[in-house]
């Protein structure tokens, strides 16, 4: 039993920031690499930025320099800091995690995403 929680969605006017958190529970022997899609209306879903259990970071052109992943491994969560919104980020952001519940497994496991909407 394993599910991630997602927080941190809403409104934000252009220029604006918003942090999302995402936090795994359950039964959860470690969690490799961590991180966060986005889908768009009439797009598919796509990679925002991923983050290793070693903290090195992959980000998507579209925002690089504007957002932040992050990891907190003592509470099984990642964050994705977003600084200067634009309304073209609007999206549902999903986060998801490679987690072994034993040790001898790997599961990707999705949150249930949300609403992320930029605009004036």
């Known amino acids: 039993q394993v599910q991630l929680v997602e927080s941190g969605g809403g409104l934000v006017q252009p220029g604006g920031s918003l942090r999302l958190s995402c936090a795994a529970s359950?039964?959860?022997?470690?969690?490799?690499?961590m991180g966060w899609y986005r889908q768009a209306p009439g797009k598919e879903r796509e990679l925002v930025a991923t983050i290793t259990s070693g903290g090195y970071t992959n980000y998507a052109d579209s925002v690089k320099g504007r957002f932040t992943i992050s990891r907190d491994n003592a509470k099984n969560t990642v964050y994705l800091q977003m600084n200067s919104l634009k309304p073209e980020d609007t999206a549902v952001y999903y986060c998801n995690a490679d987690i072994s519940e034993t040790g001898r497994d790997i599961t990707l496991y999705w949150g249930q995403g949300t609403q992320v909407t930029v605009s004036s």
């Open positions: 359950g039964s959860i022997f470690s969690i490799n690499a």
